[in-house]
T-cell receptor, first 113, second 116 residues
């Protein structure tokens, strides 16, 4: 049973437009959520996070939105750049940090120049 | 130099062979993890260790074992490799201070294992 779901395996967006990556979770115990970015031949790297006490967290071009009632979060990238082309993983855990991260299957974003 | 180093980076082996993947870190983190990445399946947790004396099974531990030799070293073994263990393996670390973890993981560059 998948606890973290990314239902879109891939997404293609034009340079300069907004990219929206979606993630759903089923475990109500999760209260801390992270997004990771992965380029080929590299390990995933942390991008942005949000705790359940917030509904939005912004870092430059990246914004994560959390809808607790729907158990849904999304990552917005504005404006999208070709260098953003990568696989994006959504992950969830508990704020205490005593639960290892549970990852979704990832979404491959392609930003077309 | 990378903070989290995995060796070997690539390995091809045969069914039934014993394989060890090694991970060392210079970040001084207590917590270490082994994940496996398969196409279309994302990252799945194999084993994790919150300190040197602590070892825990993850979602897909069958067929694997681990050893936490020191705070900085965490190795993953496949006692008798089989083809469906062909995957990309990642070691990761996380910090734990002030009674909580940020949850952020720091990953190595990965070890690509092919079992023929």
């Amino acid at each position: 049973d998948q606890q973290v779901k990314q239902n879109s395996p891939s997404l293609s967006v034009q340079e300069g437009r907004i990219s929206i990556l979606n993630c759903d979770y089923t475990n109500s115990m999760f209260d801390y959520f992270l997004w990771y970015k992965k380029y080929p031949a590299e390990g995933p790297t942390f991008l942005i996070s949000i705790s359940s006490i917030k509904d939005k967290n912004e870092d430059g071009r990246f914004t994560v939105f959390l809808n607790k009632s729907a158990k849904h979060l999304s990552l917005h990238i504005v404006p999208s750049q070709p260098g953003d082309s990568a696989v994006y993983f959504c992950a969830a855990t508990t704020y205490s940090g005593n639960t290892p991260l549970v990852f979704g299957k990832g979404t491959r974003l392609s930003v077309i120049a | 130099d990378a903070d989290v180093t995995q060796t070997p980076r690539n390995r091809i082996t045969k069914t039934g062979k014993r394989i060890m993947l090694e991970c060392s870190q210079t970040k001084g983190h207590d917590r270490m993890y082994w994940y496996r990445q398969d196409p279309g399946l994302g990252l799945r947790l194999i084993y994790y260790s919150f300190d040197v004396k602590d070892i825990n099974k993850g979602e897909i531990s069958d067929g694997y074992s681990v050893s936490r030799q020191a705070q900085a070293k965490f190795s993953l073994s496949l006692e008798s490799a089989i083809p469906n263990q062909t995957a990309l393996y990642f070691c990761a670390t996380s910090d734990y201070t002030g009674g909580r973890s940020t949850g952020e993981l720091f990953f190595g560059e990965g070890s690509r294992l092919t079992v023929l």
